[in-house]
Structure formats: C-alpha cells, structure tokens
C-alpha cells in the first residue's frame, strides 16, 4: 500500500531523514520507536504531506505522490492523528468530527461515520454538543482519532496517541486501535509506549538519528538484547515487566506515575 524508497527530509541545511525505506501492505499496522529526536514525527509527518521529502520517492496504492499537494493527501486515503491532537477547542465535539469528513466522498458517509465513531468511543456520545476544550485529555485524544476516521481512510497516522495520558486511558486508546486495525484499516504508529507500541503491532521499525536500523516482527526484534537496552529502552526486567501487564490487559510502567502514560528511551522529540 505505502511504500518509502530512500527518501530524505532536511530543515534548511539539517537532514531530518536519511535515505529511510519502508514499506506498509493493506491492512497491516506497523509501529516506529526510537530514542529522542531519532525523526518518528518527521517520518510519519513526511507520509502525512506536511513535510517535503528532497530526496527519493514515495507511493501509496501504485501511485507516485512524492511532489503531491499536501491537502491532496487526505482524499488519496491518508489521515493523521497529530501529536498533541490539535483540536479545535471552543467548538464543540460534533463540529470537530465533522471537520474530518470535509471531503465530497466522506461527508456523503458522515451520518455512519459519525455512529461508527460514537460506538468505539461510547464517551463522546454524550458529550456531541460540549466545546472540545471541556473534555479530558483522554477523550480530546478519542476525539482527534475520532476526526481522522472520519475521513474514512485507508490509511491511519498515529503520532504519540498515549501522550500524558493515564495508564487505564492508555489501555482504552490501545483497545480502539486493535478495533480499528481489525476493521482492515492500515495503521502508522509512533508511540512512546514501547511495550503497548510493539504488543499491538505486527511489524516494527526501530529509528535512530533519521536512519532505520531494524526492521522485522516486535518479537524478533525484542529478542535482541541489543535493540532492548540501546534503542527499545527495555532490559530483561522491562521486558518481563511488560509481558505480563499485557497478560493482564494493562499497560506496563517504566518508572513513571500512575498519573500519566509510561515514558520511555522512546519518548517524545
């Protein structure tokens, strides 16, 4: 479906990206860690149209869009979730959601769009006509997520989704991507959480200093004790740590309250 060949972003004279080369099939969900300022929100901001790649070439769906607009993104079937969710916070949630099916082919789905959003996060069923802004960060989050599926696209952008959020939040957000995964919609994900990132995932990406320098299924690459302590943030008492909070259904801490989301060598940058 999407495919990255060699492909650089620079601010100015800084080269963000470095000749990154990656690939998402239909209905796949693949997760980007990495240390800070490794480039994830570039990467995944680049897919996204908001960022010009200067250098090779990237495809979705057979079709180069490397030079297309950035607003044309959207109606190729890209949507993202930003980090920080940037809502509009003195409207109130429908009209936020509705801002997502602005397209011809999305807002003649609004009503079933808008119903389907209601039941993956019953909480905002209720709360349609509160300003945005009146929400916790928890449903602020379910509320960008929320605008992007309006849009109904092929593909799903998720910047840091467990950003600031308490764990149990954490775990909802986490469910609802599983549910819109399983719905056959491909997801992008960057996430400081490196335990839910790579329990959730099929394939995983480790980035470090804009250059990919793994690739392969989350237990191959948690299997290298390497990857774990240099670029995972894990070591072996992590990993057990986090192997069983997944067993349980509850997000594994790394040191962090209980008050916000764990926080990783992968954090935000």
Known sequence: MLELESIRVAYGQATALWDVSLSIAKGELLCIVGPNSAGKSTLINAVA?????????MRFEGQDISRLAPHRFCAQGIALVPEGRRLFTEMTVRENLELGS??????????????????????????????????????QQMV?????????????????????????????LFTAIRRIHAEGIAVLLVEQNVGMALDVAERAAVLEEGRIVALGR????????????????????????????????????????????????????
């Open 49 to 57: 149209g908001l960022h010009r790649i200067s250098a090779g070439r």
């Open 102 to 139: 602005y397209l011809r082919a999305a807002r003649l789905e609004r009503a079933r769009s808008l119903e389907h959003v209601c039941a993956l996060f019953p909480a905002l069923k209720e709360k349609l006509e509160q300003p945005a802004g009146s929400l916790s960060g928890g449903q």
């Open 144 to 172: 960008a997520i929320g605008r992007a599926l309006m849009a109904r696209p092929k593909l799903l952008l998720l910047d840091e989704p467990s950003l600031g959020l308490a764990p149990s939040i954490v775990l909802d």
């Open 218 to 269: 989350p237990d191959d690459l948690m299997a290298r004790p390497e990857l774990r302590r240099a670029y995972l943030g894990l070591d072996a008492g992590d990993e057990a740590a986090t192997s069983n909070a997944s067993a349980r259904g509850v997000p594994a801490a790394h040191g962090d309250s209980a008050g916000a989301a764990p926080s990783t060598t992968a954090a935000r940058h």
